[in-house]
T-cell receptor, first 110, second 113 residues
Framework: GQQVMQIPQYQHVQEGEDFTTYCNSS?????IQWYKQRPGGHPVFLIQ?????EVKKQKRLTFQFGEAKKNSSLHITATQTTDVGTYFC??????????FGSGTRLQVQP | DGGITQSPKYLFRKEGQNVTLSCEQN?????MYWYRQDPGQGLRLIYY???????QKGDIAEGYSVSREKKESFPLTVTSAQKNPTAFYLC????????????FGAGTRLSVL
């Protein structure tokens, strides 16, 4: 019910290629957060999306929230080796905790 | 520096032993959380606390216990009832003033001897 499905599980790209990860929910989301976890590190907040159809950009990263607020995506243009890590989407619940997706692990070949 | 401090970084547990993981924050956040992460997996919520002296079970609370006697501290005890404790444990905190964005500590890696 409150889970978020994230695809793909893993992606290996050549440096300079684009990358996209998708987050899907069967129920309407009040908001969606995105986090990045570097190998061996801890999750770090990237962005929160709240409005239907919202698009936010951070340099080479573009985040979208679906019109129906049931899906979201993170797109990285021209990947760099510094983009390596696992990207998680997370939905907030009524208890202020987060339910995380299983993550997409990105590997970038120099 | 403001932040969340978890200790120890690595911890080893013997059979039948209880171990306690420390989590301290100086961000003045009201809410604190414990998550468990298994290799290649997402984070699963163990316990959370929104105010001092109050806490709620998350999705995988069995075999764990917590206390929240001070706003700054939220220790997690992994009891002997937790049969598969090997994992990466992450503590986080948040405040409604910051839209409930969660700030994480560096984590504790727990292994069984």
């Amino acid at each position: 019910g409150q889970q978020v499905m994230q695809i793909p599980q893993y992606q290996h790209v050549q440096e300079g290629e684009d990358f996209t990860t998708y987050c899907n929910s069967s129920t309407t989301l009040s908001n969606i957060q995105w986090y990045k976890q570097r190998p061996g590190g801890h999750p770090v907040f990237l962005i929160q999306l709240v409005k239907s159809g919202e698009v936010k950009k951070q340099k080479r990263l573009t985040f979208q929230f679906g019109e129906a607020k049931k899906n979201s995506s993170l797109h990285i243009t021209a990947t760099q080796t510094t983009d390596v890590g696992t990207y998680f989407c997370a939905r907030t619940t009524g208890r202020r905790a987060l339910t995380f997706g299983s993550g997409t692990r990105l590997q970038v070949q120099p | 520096d403001g932040g969340i401090t978890q200790s120890p970084k690595y911890l080893f547990r013997k059979e039948g032993q209880n171990v306690t993981l420390s989590c301290e924050q100086n961000l003045n956040h009201d809410a604190m959380y414990w998550y468990r992460q298994d290799p290649g997996q997402g984070l699963r919520l163990i316990y959370y606390s929104q105010i001092v002296n109050d806490f709620q079970k998350g999705d995988i609370a069995e075999g764990y216990s917590v206390s929240r006697e001070k706003k700054e501290s939220f220790p997690l005890t992994v009891t002997s009832a937790q049969k598969n404790p090997t994992a990466f444990y992450l503590c986080a905190s948040s405040t409604e003033l910051a839209k409930n964005i969660q700030y994480f500590g560096a984590g504790t890696r727990l292994s069984v001897l």
